[in-house]
């Protein structure tokens, strides 16, 4: 087979290849918003309980639902400096590891809650999630 008749080949199926991506609709596509925090989570013989790091998010700014077998936890964590607080002072960043702004945590259970029993409180930078078991 001659290099011609080859290339003639890989350039169809490329082209076949690039028809069936243009093809394809990504109707679950979405654009990641924000920052996840990091969870812990245990299972006791009636509850469920959950611990969010959430050090710096205020209480208004956090939200919390839940479904039988989903909680959602969103918010906003503000950032420790607001640049208006610092007016007529150079500030350069030396180091930014923070999360901050909009953040969203979906965490599928592995059993069914009782939703409208479901408990919080924040604890030292923790939210601690209480999920009775139905």
């Known amino acids: 087979m001659s290099k011609k008749v080859r290339l003639a080949r890989i350039i169809g199926?490329?082209?076949?290849?690039?028809?069936?991506?243009?093809?394809?609709?990504?109707?679950d596509f979405r654009v990641p918003v924000?920052?996840?925090?990091?969870?812990?989570?245990?299972?006791?013989?009636?509850h469920i309980e959950v611990w969010?790091?959430?050090?710096?998010?205020?209480?208004?700014?956090?939200?919390?639902?839940?479904?039988?077998?989903?909680?959602?936890?969103?918010g906003?964590?503000?950032?420790?400096?607001?640049?208006?607080?610092?007016?007529?002072?150079n500030c350069q960043v030396m180091t930014?590891?923070?999360?901050?702004?909009?953040?969203?945590?979906?965490?599928e259970l592995p059993a069914e809650i009782l939703p409208d029993r479901v408990a919080a409180k924040q604890e030292n930078g923790l939210l601690r999630i209480i999920l009775p078991l139905a």
Not at 34 to 46: K, L
Not at 96 to 107: A, L, N, P, T
Request: proline residues 4%; aromatic residues 10%.
């Open 13 to 27: 199926r490329a082209g076949g290849l690039a028809y069936d991506l243009s093809q394809l609709q990504f109707l």
């Open 34 to 46: 924000g920052w996840q925090p990091d969870i812990t989570a245990y299972r006791y013989e009636d």
């Open 52 to 74: 969010v790091d959430l050090a710096g998010v205020e209480k208004r700014d956090l939200h919390i639902e839940a479904t039988p077998h989903l909680i959602r936890i969103s």
């Open 76 to 89: 906003e964590r503000r950032s420790p400096l607001q640049i208006s607080e610092r007016q007529g002072n």
């Open 96 to 107: 930014m590891e923070i999360e901050c702004g909009y953040f969203f945590r979906e965490i």
